[in-house]
Structure formats: C-alpha cells, structure tokens
C-alpha cells in the first residue's frame, strides 16, 4: 500500500474557482481548504474551516485535484500547516506537475515545506488580535518565489506594515510584498491612497472572489 492511500488529512472543502489574491490572482485554481486553525484572527473568512470536514487519504485528494481543468492548486484553510500531512500533500502536488501555492498564517514553521511551492505567508497585524503568534524566524527562510500578505484594517496596522517591511527588507527578500484592504473594515481607495503617498515598493491586491461573488464559502 502506496504513502498516498494511507496517509490522510481532514479536508474542509475541494473547489475549482479563480485566484482571487496574491501572485496568481485571476488565474483558475483548484483550492484545497483544510480543517482547523489555531488563530482567531478578528476578520477570519473562514470560520467554517475550524471544525469539521472530511478524512481524506492523499490519494483521494488528488484524484478530485485532478477532475478540475487548472494546472496551479494552493492549498489553504484554516491553518493548513497545523495539520503535518499538509507538507507531503504539497510535495505530491508538485510531483504532479501542478504549481502549487500555499496560504499560511505565518505561526507555523515553513521551512520543511517543498521548496517548488511558493509559501504566501499572512502576517498578522496589530488589529487582527493575533500579532503575537507570528513567527518571525520564518523570514530569514523566505525567497524570492515567496510572497509576504499583510491584510490591513486601520492606519495603525498600515503603519506597522510599513515599519515590517524595512525591518525585514521584504521587498528585497520576497518576491511579491501584498497590501490588502480588510473586507468591509478599510476602503480600498484609502488603502491605495496610503502606499502611494508613501511610495512603498508594495503591490495592492483586492479580494477578486468576493468582488465577483460575494463573502461565501467556495469560490
């Protein structure tokens, strides 16, 4: 019996819909969502990821990857790294050929993860209510195929945002620096305002999925 029929995750939900935020946004994907998360981050959008979902072997996962057209796959949550099988799930993916993302919240280590996927690392801001968990050693790990997501409320959170990024030297560091408008919380004009005043060598990204289809699970 093969690693892929044995090995398992408890899986929230697999769907075929558009990126809708960082690098490949835009592109089709098929989205993996994994159950469970250790944050409670104040504008979580996916709440319905912290219980529940359906014990799936690898194998099982992958052959529903593989009844959607796409070729890029990211794998997300929840905290899909709180779940250890998540790192052969992603090197699976890549031995498949797919281009493979994966969105974190960046309290969990990332270094064992397959180094063909591009980890999208969400610093938590100060009014996420989940600045403490993040794992600032994961920066020094970091490449350029990885990118750096902070989702920002307020002026404050902008402010600290802007002081991470010169700390760490994100944007030499990573590949792509994303500023995100929390949804329904900051206006994305004020937002954009903001990083072009400042001339921060960042890119704003609004969340396409909900653009199109509004804040629901599955797309």
Request: negative net charge; glycine residues 6%; proline residues 6%.
């Amino acid at each position: 019996m093969s690693s892929l029929s044995k090995e398992s995750l408890r899986i929230s939900e697999i769907f075929y819909s558009l990126q809708g935020e960082a690098r490949e946004s835009g592109l089709p994907t098929v989205f993996v969502r994994l159950t469970g998360c250790p944050l409670r981050c104040t504008y979580c959008d996916s709440e319905y990821a912290f219980y529940g979902g359906e014990r799936m072997t690898l194998e099982q996962i992958l052959q529903q990857v593989k009844r959607h057209p796409a070729r890029h796959v990211c794998v997300t949550g929840g905290e899909p790294l709180a779940q250890p099988n998540c790192l052969p799930l992603l090197e699976s993916l890549c031995d498949e050929g797919y281009s493979v993302s994966l969105e974190t919240s960046g309290a969990m280590p990332v270094d064992q993860v397959d180094p063909r996927v591009s980890r999208v690392v969400d610093l938590k801001t100060p009014a996420s209510g989940e600045q403490h968990r993040n794992r600032m050693e994961n920066m020094q790990v970091l490449t350029r195929d990885d990118q750096i997501k902070f989702v920002i409320c307020d002026r404050g959170d902008y402010e600290w945002a802007r002081f991470t990024l010169d700390q760490y030297s994100l944007p030499e560091r990573v590949g792509e620096v994303l500023f995100s408008p929390s949804y329904e919380q900051l206006q994305a004009r004020q937002l954009a305002e903001w990083i072009l005043a400042d001339g921060l060598p960042v890119r704003m990204q609004m969340q396409l999925h909900k653009l199109l289809w509004g804040d629901i699970p599955g797309v």
